[in-house]
């Protein structure tokens, strides 16, 4: 089994900042991808970035250039270092475990564990 927790939401200001941390526990994978989606309020939960087992990183149009996923192989986590924030960015963030990495990362349907969540909003 496998537990993901998601911490570091918030309420920023536009142009501000967060780092979000989604910790594993449980069993471990070798080919794996980690991914962050966000969910806004009556939309679909979306792709934001996602990491690979061999480090290769991906980014959603939107966010790139502003956020940034990292991870600590070490403490299992995974982290999402998001700059320059905008009130469209507002959702709940959530982190999801692909535990075997077929060739996509932005497809919600393919990660087999998800955590519960944590609210990230923008606003002055």
């Known amino acids: 089994q496998v537990q993901l927790v998601e911490s570091g939401g918030g309420l920023v200001q536009p142009g501000g900042s967060l780092r979000l941390s989604c910790a594993a526990s449980g069993r471990t994978f070798s080919r794996y991808g980690m991914g962050w989606f966000r969910q806004a309020p009556g939309k679909e939960r979306e792709f934001v970035a996602a990491i690979i087992w061999t480090g290769s990183i991906y980014y959603a149009d939107s966010v790139k250039g502003r956020f940034s996923i990292s991870r600590d192989s070490a403490k299992k986590t995974v982290y999402l270092q998001m700059n320059s924030l905008k009130p469209e960015d507002t959702a709940v963030y959530y982190c999801?475990?692909?535990?075997?990495?077929?060739?996509?990362?932005?497809?919600?349907?393919?990660?087999?564990?998800w955590g519960q969540g944590t609210q990230v909003t923008v606003s002055s």
């Open positions: 999801g475990l692909d535990q075997a990495y077929g060739g996509s990362v932005s497809r919600a349907y393919e990660y087999d564990y």
